[in-house]
Nanobody, 118 residues
Framework: QVQLVESGGGLVQAGGSLRLSCAASGRTFNTYGMGWFRQAPGKEREFVAA????????DYANSVKERFIISRDNAGNTVYLQMNSLKPDDTAVYYC???????????WGQGTQVTVSS
């Protein structure tokens, strides 16, 4: 089992950048694929980005490709989401998640708010 705590959200102007962090507990961090999801008001939670256990083969939603970068530090039990060229449509609560060996997003953080003003 793993516990996840996100940080780094806040208010930023359109065109700006933010870096989200997700700190994981436990000594088995490198056995989980990691991902970021987001949920805007009145909308369903959606996939943003994911990275494999070894940090390779990142996947992105089309809406964030070329603007967001997911990375992980297995030694530090942390996964990051670098968000550049932010748009008002990126406003949402961002959640970190861990994927288990059955490819299920089994563990979730509490979320961090990102607000992009126009």
């Amino acid at each position: 089992q793993v516990q996840l705590v996100e940080s780094g959200g806040g208010l930023v102007q359109a065109g700006g950048s933010l870096r989200l962090s997700c700190a994981a507990s436990g000594r088995t961090f490198n056995t989980y694929g990691m991902g970021w999801f987001r949920q805007a008001p009145g909308k369903e939670r959606e996939f943003v980005a994911a990275v494999r256990r070894d940090g390779g083969n990142a996947d992105y939603a089309n809406s964030v490709k070329e603007r967001f970068i997911i990375s992980r530090d297995n030694a530090g039990n942390t996964v990051y989401l670098q968000m550049n060229s932010l748009k008002p449509d990126d406003t949402a609560v961002y959640y970190c998640a861990a994927r288990n060996g059955f490819y299920q997003w089994a563990y979730w953080g509490q979320g961090t708010q990102v607000t992009v003003s126009s």
